[in-house]
């Protein structure tokens, strides 16, 4: 049985998630407050989170950068909560590794299907045949969920990795911001690319500069490739 902790300072729609976790079957835990929730981050062990942005003590946002910062529980799945759909806060949780977020006022089955989605891909991923990809100077360890360029392992989220060994076992070929939501997310998400985007800005910004031999191209109105950098 899965167990997930919820956090939000709206009790109406902590309990309106509990309720509706407890009869798909799931334990759950509700708290209020990021103080809260922090400790009990802390002291026990969860399946997933659902977690608000704006709390009272601790936001959300310092939370999930323990949470990924952590490497006992950094591959726990985070599901953010926020009002903002297009503030800079969604941008940032993104970066910081959420799994995945949810604007407010948001359809209860979808959150459930959310859910649904990111434990199974949390209990179900498997090794990759390949352990190692090489592009240059950029090194893709599969074994060790890492990323190396220059020789200087570079830091990236769960999400960014998976994306990046994507784009890279596709070489070559356009994926499209749909399949990688798909792919990557495990859902079909209108409306959705901007996450895709914040990824790709991302990595191009960690790990594909102007001299790298390889690069990540823009294909306009469809998505992106990995390719040699012939420039």
């Known amino acids: 049985m899965s167990r ?5 300072d709206e009790k109406n729609v902590a309990e309106l998630i509990n309720y509706n976790l407890e009869i798909a079957g799931y334990e759950t835990k509700i708290v209020y407050d990021g103080k809260t929730a922090l400790n009990t981050i802390k002291a026990e062990t969860f399946d997933l989170v659902v977690l608000d942005i704006m709390l009272p003590e601790i936001d959300g ?3 999930l950068r323990y949470i990924k910062s952590n490497d006992k529980i950094k591959n ?6 926020t009002a903002k ?13 959420a799994d995945d977020y949810i604007v407010k006022p948001f359809n209860i089955n979808e959150l459930m299907a959310r859910i649904k989605v990111q434990l199974r891909k949390s209990s179900s991923h498997a090794p990759e045949a390949v352990e190692k990809y090489e ?7 599969n074994e060790s969920y890492t990323a190396q360029k220059d020789g200087e392992i570079i830091p990236l989220t ?3 990795f998976e994306l990046l060994v994507y784009l890279v076992k596709k070489m070559g070929k356009v994926c499209t911001r749909d399949a990688i939501l798909s792919q990557i997310w495990g859902y079909e998400y209108f409306g959705g690319t901007r996450t895709v985007d914040v990824h790709i800005r991302s990595l191009r910004k960690k790990l594909f500069d102007e001299k790298s031999s390889y690069k990540i191209t823009t294909m306009i109105g469809v998505g992106y490739k990995i390719e040699k950098n012939t420039d």
């Open 4 to 8: 997930i902790l919820i956090v939000d």
């Open 61 to 63: 946002l310092s939370i």
């Open 76 to 81: 726990t799945p985070v599901i953010m909560l």
């Open 85 to 97: 759909s297009t503030g800079s806060d969604v941008v940032l949780g993104l970066e910081i590794g």
């Open 135 to 141: 592009l240059g100077s950029i090194i893709i360890d």
């Open 158 to 160: 769960n999400k960014e």
